[in-house]
């Protein structure tokens, strides 16, 4: 099974940026949906964002919509979080999942459709 390595957090005033990144020990994104995924202390762990295994689908949840932007780079085998106009409720540990057991996929809002997961990465939005 791959391994899915996140990196790009950390402390961003509210307002700012930043840019998460997910990388894949195979060609797992090469033909792969992937998500992320966020959890905040004692919150259920919440759908962010989802790319179809194409690249050509994307979906989000509807607290980031028009702020965060999901993407991927095949020939990197990695994938992105865009995170713009931050604000403290984002507070959260991110993670990146992929879904390796089926080709060219959806994009699934499901954490249940995703057999791989990172360690996560925390992104701390102060006011």
């Known amino acids: 099974q791959d391994q899915l390595v996140e990196s790009g957090g950390g402390l961003v005033q509210a307002g700012g940026s930043l840019r998460l990144s997910c990388a894949a020990s195979?060609?797992?994104?090469?033909?792969?949906?992937a998500g992320w995924f966020r959890q905040a202390p004692g919150k259920e762990r919440e759908f962010v964002a989802a790319i179809s295994g194409s690249g050509g689908t994307t979906d989000y949840g509807d607290s980031v919509k028009g702020r965060f932007t999901i993407s991927k780079n095949n020939a990197k085998n990695t994938v992105y979080l865009q995170m713009n106009s931050l604000k403290p409720e984002d507070t959260a540990v991110y993670y990146c999942a992929a879904d390796t057991t089926t080709y060219w996929s959806g994009a699934h809002f499901s954490a249940s459709e995703y057999n791989s997961w990172g360690q996560g990465t925390q992104v701390t939005v102060s006011s």
């Open positions: 195979g060609r797992t994104f090469t033909y792969s949906a």
